[in-house]
C-alpha cells in the first residue's frame, strides 16, 4: 500500500468516527458490506473511485475533504499520487482536477 493509500484510508476512518457514524451505518448507505468499510479503512482494498461521492454524501462532506491530509506531502507520497492518477481513466483524471480545483478556489 502506497504513503497516498494509507493516508486517504486513515482519513476516511478519521471523518466517519468524527461524524458519528458507525462502520455498519456508513455501509449502509454508501451500499458495501461493513467488512469492505473495514478493509477500506486498513488499507487492504482499494476504493473505486465512482465510490468517492457516495461516501461524501454518507458522510455529509464536499468529495475534496476526503483529500485533505493533515501531514505535508514528501516526495514519495507525489511519486504515489503520480502513479495513482496514472492507473485511472481521462474521465477519472478529469473528475480529480475539478475536485482539486474547486479546493484550490476554497483558499
Known sequence: MTEFQQ???KRLREIRIASGI????????????????SYWEN????ISFNKLP???????????????FTDSLTKNDNQDIIEFLS??????RNTV?????AILMLK
Do not use: C, D, R
Open 97 to 101: 482536477l475539478a475536485v482539486i480545483k
Open 54 to 68: 457516495v461516501m461524501a454524501n454518507a458522510l455529509g462532506i464536499p468529495i475534496y475533504k476526503l483529500f485533505v
Open 22 to 37: 458507525s462502520q455498519e451505518e456508513f455501509a449502509e448507505a454508501v451500499g458495501v458490506a461493513p467488512k469492505t468499510v
Open 7 to 9: 493516508q486517504f484510508s
Open 43 to 46: 488499507g487492504h482494498n482499494a
Open 87 to 92: 492507473s485511472m481513466t481521462e474521465k477519472e
